[in-house]
């Protein structure tokens, strides 16, 4: 069956430039996550979706990140004017919500010159 | 806030031995716990989980965790490991609605013939 698939797989980019990273999660899985994994760093929260509610925010690092979430389903995380230190792998999840498991994608390695 | 510290970065041992994997948290509210594993070249996918009842949790592949509120543990334990073992694990802990996880920084478990 499909899982959760995010797109590009390797992004490599340039200081100043901005990025949109995809995600398709699993039909019918009500929650979203976006997380940062930097290099020997364990995963990073970024943002949440569940559903219609507004998302939970509070992991963003700064006013560059910004995601949204289409009619329930595909999400983009926008990296605007990409920095060095935002080099890591962004991982995707999707969950029903209700039970705390999460389905992850296989990421996309951000590499910024 | 949460916090979840791992403190072995890499755990090496010889196939068929017993191994445990630290987990230990800070929190000031009730949490619900996760062990993920990430092998080589794969997402991150739920090993177990514990939401409520009985302290003892197994999940696949022989793993098994005990949740220990005294001691805001939850160590991941196998009584006789593979070589198939060896991947990444992770510890996570989360709120009651499961809006935010967060994750410690991982140990590598390197299951030697």
């Known amino acids: 069956g499909a899982g959760v698939s995010q797109s590009p797989s390797n992004k490599v980019t340039e200081k100043g430039k901005d990025v949109e990273l995809r995600c398709d999660p699993i039909?019918?899985?009500?929650?979203l996550y976006w997380y940062r994994q930097s290099l020997g760093q364990g995963l990073e929260f970024l943002i949440y979706f569940q559903g219609n509610s507004a998302p939970d925010k509070s992991g963003l690092p700064s006013d560059r990140f910004s995601a949204e979430r289409t009619g329930g389903s595909v999400s983009t995380l926008t990296i605007q004017r990409t920095q060095q230190e935002d080099s890591a792998v962004y991982l995707c999840?999707?969950?029903?919500?209700?039970?705390?498991?999460?389905?992850f994608g296989p990421g996309t390695r951000l590499t910024v010159l | 806030a949460q916090s979840v510290t791992q403190l072995d970065s890499q755990v090496p041992v010889f196939e068929e031995a017993p191994v445990e994997l630290r987990c230990n948290y800070s929190s000031s509210v009730s949490v619900y716990l996760f062990w993920y594993v990430q092998y080589p070249n794969q997402g991150l996918q739920l090993l177990l989980k514990y939401l409520s009842g009985s302290t003892l949790v197994k999940g696949i592949n022989g793993f098994e965790a005990e949740f220990n509120k005294s001691q805001t543990s939850f160590h991941l334990r196998k009584p006789s490991v593979h070589i198939s073992d060896t991947a990444e694990y992770f510890c996570a802990v989360s709120r009651y609605n499961f809006n935010k996880f967060y994750f410690g920084s991982g140990t590598k478990l390197n299951v030697k013939p």
């Open positions: 039909s019918g899985h009500t929650a």
């Open positions: 999840a999707s969950s029903l919500g209700i039970s705390g498991e999460q389905f």
